[in-house]
């Protein structure tokens, strides 16, 4: 459950005032699938990093599962970010020359799960997403639609309470495409909740419910 | 995220690329490696130094004839005839010095030594009985001159192993009861020392030893001596019995002015530190050439680290996003740097060892490496990690994990 109330985001460059954010108000109830539309520049790209706890609003607040985000320091931040956002970027940021089975497994280090545990639970969510003959191969042996599998099987390793998909499909040819928005359709019909960010409508279609935002202003809900 | 699995991450990291971590750990190996190697040689050759100095005879004080500075009677080093066998006996007997162990009265001189077939040039030391306690000397067969052989004034020698080699070849070790040739004298031999090796001095193992008066009065024509060594009962009385002996020689050659004195005392002190301030300085001068290598070695980790650190922004971004805190970031670079260091500073360590070990076996010094110098090896070399690798771990935590990810 994402309440989202009043939140304000500014940015000070010298005496310079930008509003990134201008008051922004909305609700995001568990099971939902909800793609955040805009254009480039309409500060969907700061609603996303504050959805995932990687930036604080000016004003307003944010409560993920009752926890007020904006009064959270560092560390707490940083294992919200690992327990209850599963994060999932547009340039898959893999590590590099890591295992696909290694790159699943490294939230599960930084909240101190057993290594069995680890390997087992990544497994599991690799075969989820089709990549069980792949789990040995490193990131630069896989195709993109294959390492952004590896991506999403990474954000489900901690089971957490979003996803949050930033242009999920922004670096991948469109017939792979599909077949991520297929894992994404599957996800939210097991329960989970999904945001996306993304300006491609028809990317956008898959979703249940569709949040148009400009010039830091929910237009449309 | 417990300390084993930070190790192992940080070990696969540096594994990703091994020509670097080669290169940083390369840097650590020559600085650990030279401190140690340099400092256990230093070390090496002032034992060796030491106990060269001390193997010619404990608590030992000299005199020799001659002027000890400006004065009226100017010989040569040693060269002089102003000691005779009376100041031996005068030291010897006196009531009022109470200090000394033994005196030795001798007499040096090179001399051509011929057997039938074979001859040597070698050191005659006219000796009397105390000698081979004061100077050390250790006798492999035979017996070594005693106070008999000096008052009969026999014609006896013994020798040392050079010796023998260089006269009977290198098959005969015990010659006893064979004769020499030494001006014209014929000597018996009746001892061989044993082998004391050193070349420092003088070679100690090219020495022929005879009785005193045989050697002064048979061998050379002369009768003063050519010194007087001295051993004091122990180490604290050495300056004392220097000076008590250099009271009573004045007295017995009837000086009374010390700058006139016509022999000097050298004590083996003098000689010690010198030698072991020498080679104490040059140790001294060695290791800090080494530790520069260590800090440049040390630079080295920081500068790989730190390049590592901006290029791994990304991934420090993202570790940041997936849940790693700032503590663990800086954790993890930190042992980074110090498996860096920890690894050179082993194989360093291994490296210093082995030279050390094949250098002082060329030059037959003892080889000694002392645990100090390793546990200051491995010790520096985690130092070095940590101050070096700080600096970089530091940054890559402050990272802003918006900023990082975007980076290019």
């Known amino acids: 459950m994402i309440v989202v109330k009043h939140v ?155 996803l949050l998909a930033d242009e999920p499909t922004g670096n991948i040819a469109s017939s792979q495409a599909e077949e991520i928005m297929k894992i994404f359709t599957d996800l939210y019909q097991r329960g989970h909740t999904i945001i996306m960010i993304t300006h491609e409508a028809n990317i956008a279609s898959h979703a249940k419910r569709i949040i148009h935002i400009r010039d830091g202003k929910i237009i449309n809900n | 995220m417990n300390i084993n699995e930070l190790i192992s991450e940080a070990i696969s990291t540096l594994k990703i690329n091994k020509m670097r971590t080669g ?22 050759s002032q034992l060796s130094v030491t106990n060269q100095i001390q193997s010619l005879g404990a608590n030992l004080l000299t005199v020799n004839p001659g002027s000890q500075n400006s004065g009226a009677v ?40 011929t057997t039938g077939k074979n001859n040597t040039n070698t050191q005659i030391i006219g000796a009397t009985e105390t000698y081979a306690g004061i100077h050390k000397i250790t006798i492999a067969f035979g017996v070594f001159i005693t106070q008999r052989d000096v008052d009969n004034m026999s014609k006896v020698a013994v020798l040392g192993p050079q010796v023998v080699t260089d006269l009977f070849g290198e098959d005969v070790t015990n010659p006893i009861g064979q004769s020499i040739r030494v001006n014209g004298q014929s000597l018996r031999i009746i001892g061989i020392t044993a082998a004391k090796g050193g070349s420092g001095f003088q070679n100690q193992d090219d020495i022929i030893f005879v009785p005193l008066s045989t050697a002064q009065k048979q061998l050379f024509g002369i009768s003063y001596l050519s010194s007087i060594a001295i051993e004091a009962k122990n180490h604290d009385v050495m300056t004392e019995t220097q000076n008590q002996v250099g009271y009573l020689l004045l007295e017995e ?10 022999f000097s005392i050298f004590s083996q002190n003098d000689i010690l530190n010198t030698a072991s301030q020498v080679t104490g300085t040059f140790t001294l001068l060695l290791s800090g050439i080494a530790a520069i290598s260590l800090l440049v070695g040390g630079i080295g980790i920081m500068n ?86 700080w600096y970089p771990a530091k940054q890559a935590a402050n990272l802003q994990p918006i900023e990082a990810l975007r980076y290019e």
Do not use: W
Not at chain 1, 78 to 89: L, M, S, T, W, Y
Not at chain 2, 79 to 86: F, Y
């Open chain 2, 253 to 262: 050659h009837k000086l009374t002015d010390p700058t006139q004195a016509d």
């Open chain 1, 8 to 162: 304000c985001k500014i940015y000070q460059t010298g005496t310079v005032e930008t509003i990134a954010l201008d008051n922004i108000s909305f609700t995001i109830k568990k099971g939902e699938f909800v793609a955040i539309m805009g254009p480039s520049g309409s500060g969907k790209s700061t609603l996303m990093h504050i959805l995932g706890a990687l930036d604080q609003p000016t004003k307003g607040t944010y409560e993920l599962d009752g926890i007020n985000i904006g009064q959270a320091d560092e560390d707490e931040l940083a294992d919200i970010r690992n327990q209850k956002i599963g994060f999932i970027f547009q340039a898959y940021n893999l590590l590099p020359r890591t295992t696909a089975l290694k790159n699943v497994m490294l939230p599960m280090i930084y909240a101190g799960i057993s290594k069995q545990e680890r390997i087992k639970k990544a497994e599991q969510y690799l075969k989820m997403v089709g990549l069980k003959d792949r789990m040995e191969h490193t990131s630069n042996q896989l195709s993109g639609g294959q390492q952004q599998r590896v991506a999403i099987a990474r954000a489900l390793a901690m089971n957490p309470a979003i």
């Open chain 2, 304 to 389: 790989i680290m730190l390049v590592t650190v901006t290029e791994r922004t990304r991934e420090i971004g993202l570790r940041k996003a997936l849940g790693a805190k700032k503590k663990t970031i800086i954790t993890q670079f930190l042992i980074e740097a110090i498996i860096l260091t920890i690894t050179g500073g082993l194989i360093g360590m291994l490296l210093g060892v082995g030279i050390s070990y094949f250098v002082s076996s060329a030059m037959s010094l003892p080889f000694t490496i002392s645990p100090s110098s390793v546990a200051l090896a491995i010790g520096v070399s985690g130092a070095i990690g940590i101050i070096f690798g």
């Open chain 2, 23 to 44: 290169l940083a750990i390369l840097g650590i190996i020559i600085g650990i490696g030279s401190v140690i190697a340099l400092v256990s040689l230093g070390q090496a």
């Open chain 2, 74 to 113: 100017r010989g040569a080093f040693g060269g002089g005839t102003t000691l005779t066998n009376s100041d031996a006996k005068a030291i010897e007997n006196s009531k009022t010095i109470i200090t000394i162990k033994a005196v030795s009265p001798e007499v040096q001189r090179r001399a051509q030594v």
